[in-house]
């Protein structure tokens, strides 16, 4: 059985639809050994590929193929995942969050407001 980089990433429910696991591979949003390659790539038992989600890396290790898309426990038995434990500490950190206090009951800010706001996000 042969299958496609983007049917299997799409098959083990990593990405919702083979368009964007095709588009993920496209932008290099997927390595295969820290290298780029083709949506059409077949797929081959022992294969570690990286994957980058927003912030989130994940790293899997093909252990079997899937051709088909199946329900979640299925389909986790058909890869190995080694992707590093990220703790909340580390997020919250890496995150820049404002936080502007208003009084309460103040009402809608005024456009002056908003332009306060719009200038302290931008500093």
């Given at each position: 059985?042969?299958?496609?980089?983007?049917?299997?990433?799409?098959?083990i429910?990593i990405?919702?639809?083979?368009?964007?696991?095709?588009?993920?591979?496209?932008?290099?949003k997927v390595?295969?050994?820290g290298?780029?390659?083709?949506?059409?790539?077949?797929?081959?038992?022992?294969?570690?590929?990286s994957?980058?989600?927003?912030?989130?890396?994940?790293?899997?290790?093909?252990?079997?193929?899937?051709?088909?898309?199946?329900?979640?426990?299925?389909?986790k038995?058909?890869?190995?995942?080694?992707?590093?434990?990220?703790?909340?500490?580390?997020?919250?950190?890496?995150?820049f969050?404002?936080s502007?206090?208003?009084?309460k009951g103040?009402?809608?800010?005024t456009k002056?407001?908003?332009?306060?706001?719009?200038?302290?996000?931008?500093?």
């Open positions: 059985m042969e299958v496609r980089a983007d049917a299997y990433l799409w098959a429910r990405y919702k639809s083979r368009t964007l696991a095709s588009e993920a591979i496209k932008n290099g390595k295969l050994i290298k780029n390659f083709k949506p059409s790539h077949v797929v081959k038992v022992g294969e570690v590929y994957i980058t989600i927003g912030i989130e890396k994940i790293v899997l290790e093909v252990s079997s193929l899937l051709e088909k898309r199946q329900s979640y426990e299925i389909a038995k058909h890869y190995i995942n080694h992707s590093p434990i990220i703790e909340k500490k580390e997020v919250q950190s890496s995150a969050f404002v502007i206090k208003r009084s103040s009402g809608r800010p002056k407001d908003r332009r306060d706001i719009s200038n302290f996000e931008d500093v």
